[in-house]
């Protein structure tokens, strides 16, 4: 496990600009050692433009961090697709593909760097092989994808491919064209007032008998549980060579710690597990590893 | 204004007499599935065997319609041959065309039957010219199906940058999420329409009379609850009611079907080729009174979109097979979103 590296994937929730910013400031000396950077989720969300986050960049960059840019996975408008054309055209960072649209740019600016994001629905061996033919040089599984399925693909790859999985966090499952934050404080996408901006977690949907379900995150919808592979790593980094956390509201980099100590073989992953409890914003699930519905929390035997 | 290009009427067909009857009442294309999780409408009894898909090949093709193949779902590597074999028994049966999601399985159907003409699937997910200029590229389909996120404005921008054609959803089940990119029945069910063909799917469903009302669950997940008065609908998972900061109702979308009927000459200056009716899975009576409305609407706009309205016995047509007995312009009305 000692070669597993840890990556911070994007922030997945629209935080004001100065807690962005402190955010990262502390990320540089965390134990990630790949940064995804950039808004993935709703393109009306500009805290931080691309100059900023090419700034954030390069002081990660700086501090020893491979960096790279992600990319919105629902792509809409020309002026989406603008955004997306200045994301391929600068050569400094990689960039993470989340829509077909952004592997076309990337194939066609004849980048062989890229990685290639987990909205991509990469489930076959031949897919894969054909977005490495392309240029990808690192690819995240779909969240749903199960541990014994994502073994499945890697045999059947001639050569093997830098494979990197999520590890920790509310997963997000779904994009729409609405934006369901908006939509709770009854106002129109496009008139939305920013409602999403300083929800550091999203609002959490419950279910008429209380239990918590899902996650609004503007147009993305995510779990209320958060997905905590901790104590399945043994088996994840079999096929993993990348674990990914996503960014909370708090407590991200005791998260990474915990991951670190795993490992690096200091704490065993049970015991990472147990100590994490004191970092999930909703009780765990990992269903979606063990080829269950996603919710499920499944224990080892 | 008289139109240059035929739009196509793509109906539904989850089985042999549902796609006679679309056949009968005017489709130019109808789309069906093989009996299995090759295609996402793999429900218990429906959709086609070879026999009788060789059957409606045959009633279609009599009558000058095609017959297009639903192959998309995501095949996965330990099923991969299910999936290329469904692609080799459609240029056998003789399918107009397959709509697939999966590229690999795309580059298969490219290289193994270069006459096979290929369609990109809604659950592939392709929401700009550059995604459907990808798949056109690399794999050389002839037709997308748009997912029903854009709005009218971005429909006909994507007509204008691709030399693809371009079918959107008309009338039908309404999803809210971009298809092909939402796993909340996975996340509730451990079935999702990318793997396993099926949503919010029957077998994990139960309804239950309680004190509270009738609540309707998916796999144990209270979706709805309903009162005396109120009548209970299926429970897909995301029209149901839920709490969100104290406040219950519909957070994701009420039950309602998705109609553009009225924006019909619109979609037809922008240049759609095919409309396509969703519902596999409705009975053949559904099948033919969309079909026929639909029919009568698409005739009228082609032979003058500018002298086109819509009648009112139209609307309660639609509006009597509609979920919720209402409908919505999805995101194809701004406001939607």
């Not at chain 1, 697709?81 to 829509?99: I, P």
């Not at chain 1, 956390?245 to 490992?263: D, H, I």
């Not at chain 2, 009857?21 to 009996?35: L, P, Q, R």
């Amino acid at each position: 496990m000692n070669s597993t590296r840890l990556a911070l994937g994007p922030l997945l929730y629209y935080w004001p600009r100065q807690a962005t910013l402190d955010f990262y400031a502390e990320v540089a000396d965390s134990p990630a050692d790949i940064v995804y950077l950039g808004e993935t989720v709703c393109s009306r969300r500009h805290e931080l433009r691309l100059d900023d986050w090419l700034d954030v960049a390069a002081a990660l960059d700086a501090a020893g961090k491979e960096v790279v840019l992600s990319t919105q996975s629902l792509i809409e408008s020309e002026s989406d697709l603008k955004a997306l054309r200045r994301v391929v055209a600068q050569d400094r960072f990689r960039v993470e593909a989340n829509d077909m649209s952004a592997v076309r740019l990337l194939a066609e600016a004849r980048r062989t760097d890229w990685i290639a994001g987990p909205t991509l629905n990469v489930f076959n061996p031949v897919t894969l092989e054909m977005l490495r033919e392309s240029g990808a040089c690192r690819w995240i599984a779909p969240h749903e994808m199960s541990g014994a399925a994502l073994a499945d693909v890697l045999a059947g790859l001639g050569e093997p491919l830098e494979t990197e999985v999520l590890a920790w966090g509310r997963l997000p499952l779904a994009h729409s064209a609405r934006c369901f934050t908006a939509r709770h404080f009854n106002l129109q996408k496009d008139t939305c007032e920013f409602r999403c901006l300083g929800l550091a977690d999203g609002i959490t949907l419950r279910t008429r008998d209380g239990e918590p379900f899902l996650t609004l995150n503007g147009v993305q919808t995510q779990s209320a549980r958060v997905h905590n592979l901790l104590a399945d790593l043994p088996r994840v980094t079999r096929s993993a060579q990348v674990l990914r956390v996503s960014p909370q509201g708090a407590n991200t980099l005791q998260v990474l710690e915990l991951f670190r100590r795993v490992v690096a073989g200091t704490d065993s992953a049970a015991a990472a597990f147990e100590a994490s409890a004191d970092c999930m914003v909703d009780s765990p699930c990992n269903g979606f590893w063990h080829g269950r519905p996603g919710l499920e929390h499944c224990s080892l035997q | 204004m008289t139109l240059s290009q035929r739009i196509e009427l793509v109906c539904p067909a989850g089985s042999l007499p549902a796609l006679k009857t679309a056949v009968d009442n005017g489709a130019d294309c109808v789309y069906v599935g093989f009996k299995d999780a090759t295609n996402a409408r793999n429900f218990t009894g429906l959709n086609f065997d070879p026999a009788s898909m060789r059957e409606g090949v045959r009633y279609a093709h009599d009558r000058r319609r095609k017959v297009l193949l639903a192959l998309n779902t995501y095949p996965q590597a330990n099923n991969w041959k299910d999936w290329t074999a469904a692609v080799d028994r459609a240029a056998e049966l003789g399918i107009d065309a397959v709509i697939l999601a999966d590229p690999g399985l795309m580059a298969y159907a490219a290289k193994t039957h270069p006459d096979l003409r290929l369609h990109l699937s809604v659950q592939g997910s392709a929401t700009s010219y550059e995604a459907v200029n990808f798949y056109h590229e690399r794999f050389g389909i002839q037709r997308a199906v748009l997912p029903r996120v854009l709005s009218l404005a971005q429909v006909e921008h994507v007509i204008a940058n691709t030399p693809v054609e371009i079918e959107v959803f008309g009338f039908g089940g309404l999803c809210v999420m971009v298809e092909g990119r939402c796993a909340l029945s996975a996340y509730a069910t451990g079935e999702s329409p990318n793997c396993n063909g099926a949503c919010s799917p029957g077998k994990h469903v139960r309804w239950e009379q309680t004190p509270k009302g009738m609540e309707t669950r998916l796999n144990g997940i209270l979706i709805d609850r309903f009162g005396d008065g109120e009548r209970a609908g299926y429970p897909t998972l995301c029209k149901g009611r839920f709490d969100v900061d104290g406040e219950t109702y519909y957070a994701i979308e009420e039950p309602t079907s998705l109609n553009t009927l009225e924006m019909l000459p619109e979609l037809a200056r922008a240049g759609v080729r095919a409309i396509k009716i969703e519902g596999r899975q409705r009975s053949p009576a559904y099948v033919a009174q969309v079909t026929r409305v639909w029919r009568a609407a698409l005739d009228r706009v082609m032979s003058g979109a500018d002298r086109f309205t819509v009648q009112p016995a139209w609307m309660a047509e639609l509006d009597k097979v509609s979920e919720g007995r209402s409908h919505t312009l999805g995101a194809y009305y701004r406001p939607w979103k």
